[in-house]
């Protein structure tokens, strides 16, 4: 599986941003994508993750309200709008899925989000 972001950049805080991911190869094996986030000198963190049966979503407390984690199964791509953008919000996000019966991790090559204030 190969994942590709896109959609980052520099906006005032308050603004708003449309990341995608872009997912191709064996597909058909991810059980869940997500979007995660790391800051510089932080832990990377879990911002939220979508399950490919139902489309059950969960958030981080800090981005709940604000954003929201989508899916095109057509296009197989992910989407994490992110609105009221606020200066902790800034870091590299990266996408995520998670493949096969044994959970196996992939990761895209990120993409910085700069919020200014």
């Known amino acids: 599986v190969q994942l590709v972001e896109s959609g980052g950049g520099l906006v005032q805080a308050g603004g708003s941003l449309r990341l995608s991911c872009a997912a191709s190869?064996?597909?058909?094996?991810?059980?869940?994508m997500g979007w995660y986030r790391q800051a510089p000198g932080k832990q990377r963190e879990l911002v939220a993750t979508?399950?490919?049966?139902?489309?059950?979503?969960n958030y981080a407390d800090s981005v709940k309200g604000r954003f929201t984690i989508s899916r095109d199964n057509a296009k197989m791509t992910m989407y994490l709008q992110m609105n009221s953008l606020k200066p902790e919000d800034t870091a590299v996000y990266y996408c995520?899925?998670?493949?096969?019966?044994?959970?196996?991790?992939?990761w895209g090559q990120g993409t910085q989000v700069t919020v200014s204030s």
């Open positions: 190869g064996s597909t058909f094996n991810i059980n869940a």
């Open positions: 979508i399950t490919s049966g139902r489309g059950s979503t």
């Open positions: 995520n899925a998670v493949v096969g019966p044994t959970s196996y991790d992939y």
